[in-house]
């Protein structure tokens, strides 16, 4: 049997055991040694359970995953996620709608220093979403607003998906945030729009809030101050040479650290954030393992050598192999988790979009925004499951239909990128 | 074909040493042996990383590789000695120096655990900065460089630099975000790894030359037929190694012409190691690392003086 | 819960005490790397405190936060598609689960037994780390602790989820 059809087949394994609720870290990993025992011997396999975790667990490219994380806890642990949204509401004041813009600029500056969608969907759904609901707002509007704004946390800078995707097709990781900046601040935009207009055709989904003064609004601005000075600090550091882009999350959770600290964080409370950030970062890392064992087995099959070969052979033109990929992109992101998928499909279409001529680091932004969509789509998005759980008497079904508005927001943003390019590459 | 040997090394693709040396000697294997070996060729470590090729090779994750012996610290410390200053003069003629010394048995032992088919170096190693300028050892001081093994860290080390290890095809993305402020190559990595794009300027020092092998999993070879194994003996030895070092020099000097034409600082240490400012220094870091092996009971004074005088046999 | 399975369980704690520790160290470290650097700068190397090896260390430290969280994380990290399977009897989701631990188990001994001859290879060949020099053969037998807790855990589990099929079908 030649190598790629080896690979199909254990492809097929992955998916069946995906689909029996394996994990996805467990799946990849079965089927890479399978396959690569199945395609090579099972000696040099065993190898690989050496090799994998060695090389992938002291990659210093990777040291930033576990310390963005960490920033976002602590942010969150110390009510500076609190003070971020009630200072943006004071801003909004009585705007009909203006709790859930407030909870989406939130979204977008907790984002800032939170490089996981799933955190910024956490820590801004404990303090958004009861408000909201206090304030009369439909349920599917406030889940939906708080499901949406989180992706942000995906796109705008630090992102741990655009960290990944770097590391794996090779790209500067500078060049990926700074690429991810306008497209995630699209976002922001785009989402408020989307909130603006359907506030405006169905007034009954929010309630006018109480109406603030000039003073409490200039007061309400001291929220976003510890956040921005983080940014400020991680930008101006990397700007002025002081430390590169990777120290520069270590850095940013120190600077966290000593404001939670400030803002009467003590022992106890670091010790749970540690462990908080030690559980998610196992997750991503279990994840990546899978992956890069996963790696070697894709290598030796040759299918994405055969597969670019293929649709080499198809003749189709380059905005159709773009179609097809992000077709295949929404259809995954419908039942996996967006890290997951990252790791899994791009290794494989890469080479596929390279062939076609397409710029990598633009391609890396339109892969990650149609990945996120993936966090809101039914049947299986991660930003959802997140909001049920602080809203357990809302349906499922209702969520979703709140989130709707937003994934069409998203599928416009997607059709800007690539219409114009250079909203991505503008600032590379 | 009867046998596919899955080739790894770390060089990109588009490199011409993928293309000259690597696919070259493929090339003419799959054609001595009429089709009958097929090599595969997994460049850019896609197969496996650069530190972990010559586990990978024992482990045969990969059949062989083309790596470096010092990308794993400690195991071919008498291989190493060729890569103190003063051995190797061109890439052709340090070739020619470390295959002999591996023929001669003088080396031979670091090497059981597969099948070498050539030995080869690459030319001198300089200096190449972005935003800094070296011309005395003293402009070192504080700098963090890149280097590729631990005699050519002691080096850096003595010259109050910190070295940062690392192998070659981490050196782009380092320097560009700016993790070091530049690395000991020589010409042809610079070309192969694209630092003219990232440095702007250059000490021509010859401070040192890695030593390189083309290695195979031993129980692949010996599982071969005899008329294959003849094919592979064919393309070993001295003469591959020459020819392998002749096309170092050739994109040595490609590297070199770019960084001309593109109007970096080149600063030629006049000698070379042998400068008077610089020569102490080197010196001294030459003197520990063969007491250091000597205290080992490695006869490395013994392999340096080969060394030496192979070195002029050689050019 | 057998006093053995107890116990175990107190080891991967202490292990997660390991990997908070380390998370730690790795951001301690960074810190002092960048500060030495900015103090070496602003004094024009007069006042060098600057060290070797940060990023060894950052890598090490990484190797280890990570390595031993997983243990302890091996039933709390995990993200499956529960798309199919949503209604599935119990019975199957536990047998399924036992399943995923039994894989685990599996994986995690093929590394364990990979990293023994890695810890005797590399002790023979007296191979060290490539800043610090520090002998790569201390370095695996502290992996091989990670993963052999990892197997010793996910064997538990597995016993215990072995269990609750049982439970289920009574
Ligand atoms: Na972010
Ligand atoms: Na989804």
Redesign the interface.
């Known amino acids: 049997m030649s190598s790629s059809t080896i690979g199909f087949i254990c492809i097929g394994l992955m998916l069946f055991m995906l689909a029996i609720r394996i994990p996805i870290a467990l799946t990849m990993a079965i089927a890479g040694f399978v396959g690569f025992a199945w395609i090579i011997a099972f000696d040099p396999a065993m190898a690989i359970l050496e090799s994998a975790p060695f090389e992938t667990l002291t990659n210093y490219n990777f040291s930033p995953i576990p310390m963005f994380i960490l920033m976002g806890v602590l942010a969150s642990r110390s009510n500076m996620s609190n003070q971020l949204f009630s200072g943006a509401r004071s801003l909004f004041g009585a705007w009909r709608g203006g709790i859930s813009l407030a909870a989406l600029m939130s979204c977008g500056i907790f984002s800032a220093i939170s490089g996981s969608s799933v955190a910024t969907a956490a820590s801004m759904s404990r303090v958004a979403l009861p408000e909201m609901r206090k304030h009369g707002y439909a349920d599917s509007l406030a889940t939906g607003t708080l499901a949406a704004g989180g992706t942000l946390g995906i796109m705008i800078p630090p992102s741990i998906a655009l960290l990944l995707y770097a590391l794996i097709t090779e790209q500067s990781v500078g060049d990926m945030f700074m690429a991810g900046l306008i497209p995630g601040l699209l976002g922001l935009v785009l989402y408020c729009v989307t909130v603006t207009v359907l506030v405006r055709l169905k007034p009954k989904l929010a309630q006018p809030g109480e109406a603030t003064s000039l003073v409490q609004k200039l007061a309400g601005l001291k929220g976003l101050l510890p956040f921005t000075s983080v940014f400020v600090i991680i930008i101006g550091g990397i700007y002025l040479g002081l430390f590169t882009p990777t120290e520069a999350a270590a850095i940013g959770a120190f600077c966290t650290l000593m404001i939670a600290i400030q803002r009467g964080m003590r022992w106890t409370g670091f010790v749970d954030a540690l462990k908080e950030t030690l559980v998610t970062s196992a997750m991503i890392f279990f994840m990546i393992l899978g992956a890069e064992i996963f790696g070697f087995f894709l290598s030796v099959s040759r299918i994405s050598f055969e597969l670019v070969e293929y649709v080499d052979a198809l003749n189709l033109s380059p905005f159709m192999v773009l179609f097809a990929v992000l077709v295949l992109f929404m259809l995954l992101g419908c039942v996996m988790d967006s890290i997951a998928m990252l790791l899994l499909t791009v290794p494989v279409v890469f080479p596929l979009i390279q062939a076609a001529g397409f710029d990598p680091v633009w391609f890396g932004v339109v892969a990650v925004i149609t990945v996120e969509l993936g966090l809101i789509t039914p049947p299986v998005g991660m930003n959802v499951f997140v909001i049920k759980a602080f809203a357990k008497d809302v349906s499922i079904g209702s969520i979703y239909k709140g989130v709707m508005p937003f994934v069409l927001s998203d599928l416009v943003r997607l059709a800007l990128i690539i219409a114009f390019p250079v909203l991505a590459l503008g600032l590379v | 074909a009867d046998v596919t040997l ?1 080739f790894a090394h770390f060089w990109p693709a588009v490199s011409p040493i993928h293309k000259e040396v690597f696919q070259g000697w493929a090339d003419a294997i799959e054609a001595d042996s009429n089709g009958r070996i097929e090599v ?1 060729i ?1 460049p850019g470590a ?4 650069p ?2 090729q010559y ?2 090779v024992i ?3 990969a059949d062989m590789t083309a790596t470096v012996q010092g990308y ?4 071919f410390p008498l291989t190493q000695v060729v890569e103190l200053p003063g051995v190797v003069k061109t890439a052709e003629q340090g070739s020619c120096v470390i295959q002999s010394l591996y023929e001669e048995g003088l080396i031979a032992d670091e090497y059981k655990d597969t099948r070498p088919l050539f030995l080869f170096t690459h030319g001198q190693g300089h200096l190449h900065l972005k935003g800094k300028e070296v011309r005395e050892p003293a402009d070192l ?2 700098l963090r460089i890149r280097r590729p093994t ?1 005699v050519v ?1 002691s080096m850096l ?1 003595g010259l109050e630099a ?4 690392m192998p070659a095809p981490n050196s782009y ?1 380092s320097m ?4 070091i402020n530049g690395v000991s190559l020589p010409w042809e990595g610079v070309n192969s790894f694209r630092i003219n794009e990232l440095a702007d300027s250059h000490t021509e020092i010859g401070l040192y030359s890695l030593s390189f092998m083309v290695t195979m999993n031993k129980s692949v070879y010996n599982s071969m037929p005899d008329d294959l194994k003849q094919v592979i003996d064919k393309h070993s030895g001295l003469e591959l190694a020459k020819q392998s070092g002749k096309i170092f020099d050739q994109v040595d000097k490609l590297g070199r012409a770019e960084a001309v034409e593109l109007g970096h600082t080149m600063i030629t240490i006049e000698g070379g190691a042998e400068n008077p400012v610089w020569k102490p220094v080197l010196d001294a870091t030459t003197e520990n690392y063969l007491q250091e092996l000597e205290d080992k009971g490695m006869p490395a004074r013994n392999v340096y003086k080969r060394a030496l005088e192979l070195s002029e046999q050689c050019l | 819960m057998s006093g053995f399975a107890r116990l175990v369980d107190a080891i991967c704690r202490g292990m997660l005490w390991i990997s908070a520790m380390m998370l730690t160290a790795m951001m301690l470290v960074v810190l002092a790397d960048v500060i030495t650097r900015a103090l070496f700068r602003l004094t024009d190397g007069s006042f060098d405190l600057t060290f070797n090896g940060g990023i060894e260390l950052v890598r090490f430290a990484l190797l280890f936060a990570i390595l031993y969280a997983l243990p302890w994380c091996v039933d709390r990290s995990q993200v499956v598609v529960d798309l199919f399977t949503e209604n599935l009897s119990d019975r199957s989701k536990a047998v399924l689960d036992t399943l995923c631990f039994a894989g685990y188990t599996l994986l995690a001994l093929g590394m364990s037994i990979r990293f023994w001859h890695a810890v005797e290879s590399s002790h023979l060949s007296g191979e060290t780390t490539q800043d610090l020099m520090f002998p790569m053969s201390y370095i695996f037998v502290t992996t091989l602790i990670g993963t052999a807790m990892l197997a010793l855990r996910s064997l538990m589990l597995t016993g215990s989820q072995i269990g609750k099929v049982m439970e289920c079908k009574a």
């Open positions: 899955r595969e997994y896609t197969l496996s990383k530190p972990a586990d990978a482990n045969r994750i794993t610290a400690n195991r001081a504080g631990l860290g080390e910190q070295p940062v290890g993305e560009q975000r700016g993790v």
